[in-house]
């Protein structure tokens, strides 16, 4: 996620640079250098900080824990301020979803922040409330993500379900602690935005009309946007001219 203003992360100080929300698939595990190809790739476009979750359990869903493993051992961007973001499930206890090493990485504030993908579940509500007033009691933000990628780009054996909008509504209203809704249209980022709740927040990677960013930046300020990019698969410099691009538009 590229931000431009203080995003809501615990214990990391924030400057007029770029992040961005890195999605590191299995390629990028298994090498080193390929790792340290991303990391220049970052650097050159200006992003100084990288947050990383597995794209793998984004995709499916399933063995979480391997993932989170994974993650904590391969998850550091070379060259790159990098801050892991693990995934994690509902309906089970965090430190569960965490296991043991996650549990002590928060206690030492190396993760800040943890991510769930809700899913269809009936009960969706409930669960990422009950997750929420968790993240709190540990002093986490949460990422909640509402849509993970436009399924014409992806593989027919993956099969992600997007979060309705009425339950984003719902969410947004009720919702405790710093709270990122990720993946919004235009249409959903405007509702949430429409609450002026000051620790809910939405990113911008799936946004569908044109002119979209610049228009929401407008009305609302940019304190609750975070303008964002999934690396590697799309290039981060993508997020970076958006940004630029919505910034030149509002400098006319």
């Not at 929300?21 to 100084?48: I, K, N, Q, W």
Request: net charge negative; proline share 9%.
């Amino acid at each position: 996620m590229v931000e431009r203003h203080e995003p809501p992360v615990r214990g990391v100080s924030v400057r007029e640079d770029t992040c961005v929300f890195a999605d590191v698939s299995s390629p990028y595990e298994a090498s080193r250098a390929a790792r340290s190809d991303l990391g220049s790739g970052l650097r050159d476009v200006e992003v100084e900080r990288a947050w990383v979750s597995p794209l793998e359990a984004l995709w499916s869903g399933t063995d979480l824990p391997g993932a989170n493993a994974r993650l904590r051992k391969w998850g550091r961007v070379p060259g790159v301020s990098t801050r892991p973001v693990p995934i994690v499930g509902l309906g089970v206890p965090l430190q569960d979803s965490l296991g043991a090493a996650w549990s002590h990485d928060v206690l030492v504030q190396r993760v800040s922040t943890v991510r769930v993908v809700p899913g269809p579940s009936p009960d969706v509500v409930d669960g990422v409330l009950a997750l929420a007033d968790e993240c709190v009691g540990h002093g986490l933000g949460l990422i909640v993500q509402a849509r993970v990628s436009d399924p014409r780009c992806m593989s027919p054996d993956v099969t992600p379900v997007d979060l309705d909008p009425g339950l984003i509504v719902d969410l947004a209203q009720r919702v405790s602690g710093s709270t990122v809704f990720a993946g919004l249209r235009e249409a959903e980022s405007r509702a949430v935005l429409r609450l002026l709740k000051p620790n809910v927040y939405v990113e911008t990677s799936h946004l569908d009309t044109p002119d979209a960013l610049p228009r929401l930046v407008a009305e609302w300020g940019s304190a609750r946007i975070l303008f964002g990019t999934h690396a590697p698969l799309f290039p981060p410099l993508v997020a970076a001219w958006r940004v630029r691009a919505a910034n030149a538009r509002l400098a006319l």
